[in-house]
Nanobody, 123 residues
Framework: QVQLVESGGGLVQPGGSLRLSCAASGNIFRINTMGWYRQAPGKQRELVAAISSGANTNYADSVKGRFTISRDNAKNTVYLQLNSLKPEDTGVYHC?????????????????WGQGTQVTVSS
């Protein structure tokens, strides 16, 4: 089994910054793509940023130039640096990862989700 734990959310004023962290643990052979999603009240969950095992990145248009995703493979951790925050960035941020695990008959890959961390941008 694999578990993802997020941290770093909180309350910040517009223009401020936060750094989110997502650490994976458990039966891990390899972590493939990792990403951050967010969901605001009354809106659908959207992909904010993603990073592949080769460190290729993808960002939502609304956060380009403000957010940066990175990963530390030795720590099985992905980070999201949120700068120049706006009220519309408010929401619950969830970490997602595709993880390849060992099994008795070989290996398998599943998607995993963290419980989420709240980001609130307000004056």
């Amino acid at each position: 089994q694999v578990q993802l734990v997020e941290s770093g959310g909180g309350l910040v004023q517009p223009g401020g910054s936060l750094r989110l962290s997502c650490a994976a643990s458990g039966n891990i052979f390899r972590i493939n793509t990792m990403g951050w999603y967010r969901q605001a009240p009354g809106k659908q969950r959207e992909l904010v940023a993603a990073i592949s095992s080769g460190a290729n990145t993808n960002y939502a248009d609304s956060v380009k130039g403000r957010f940066t995703i990175s990963r530390d493979n030795a720590k099985n951790t992905v980070y999201l640096q949120l700068n120049s925050l706006k009220p519309e960035d408010t929401g619950v941020y969830h970490c997602n990862a595709g993880v390849t695990s060992y099994s008795g008959t070989g290996r398998y890959t599943d998607d995993y989700w963290g419980q989420g961390t709240q980001v609130t941008v307000s004056s």
